[in-house]
């Protein structure tokens, strides 16, 4: 078995439960939360060179919402299909080094417990999203975990 082949294994075994037992629904790398007026979005990107992989959160609200959308393309609009990667506003966990987290043999379950750590950061984002504090949202990006600037 590859590397990442082992990772995402790690990753179905102690990272998915977690978003499951939380209301996520889907398959790897796409999750998603659907709530009456939106629904939350969860992607994991394998990075094409291998041993990284970064985990993306956004939010599209649905029209009875009476917000924008946050699609990237409001022309082509399909709730029920919607990724991450098709909204303007995502928020990107800070990962272990610039964004992305690394693996290599026998650091698949640190790095799991990682992802859940950070899963917090990404509860916060998700609920200043909708709050629409995107002052705090964008704070977020430079305050690391112990509330230091970056």
């Known amino acids: 078995m590859s590397q990442s082949q082992k990772m995402r294994t790690a990753l179905k075994k102690l990272v998915i439960p977690n978003l499951l037992e939380k209301g996520?629904?889907?398959?790897?790398?796409?999750?998603?939360?659907?709530?009456?007026?939106?629904?939350?979005?969860?992607?994991?990107?394998?990075?094409?060179?291998?041993?990284?992989?970064?985990?993306?959160?956004?939010?599209?609200?649905?029209?009875?919402?009476?917000?924008?959308?946050?699609?990237?393309?409001?022309?082509?609009?399909?709730?029920?299909?919607?990724?991450?990667?098709?909204?303007?506003?995502?928020?990107?966990?800070?990962?272990?080094f610039d964004g992305w987290f690394s693996y290599d043999d026998e650091f698949y379950d640190k790095v799991c417990d990682e992802v859940n750590k950070q899963m917090e950061d990404a509860y916060k984002w998700w609920d200043l999203f909708y709050k629409n504090k995107r002052f705090k949202m964008k704070l977020m990006e430079f305050i690391d975990e112990k509330g230091l600037i970056k």
């Open 24 to 96: 996520f629904v889907g398959e790897y790398p796409h999750y998603k939360k659907t709530y009456d007026d939106r629904i939350e979005l969860l992607s994991f990107d394998t990075n094409k060179w291998g041993n990284s992989f970064t985990v993306e959160i956004s939010t599209v609200f649905l029209p009875s919402s009476k917000r924008d959308n946050n699609f990237s393309d409001s022309k082509n609009k399909d709730y029920n299909n919607a990724t991450v990667w098709d909204t303007n506003y995502r928020y990107r966990l800070r990962g272990m």
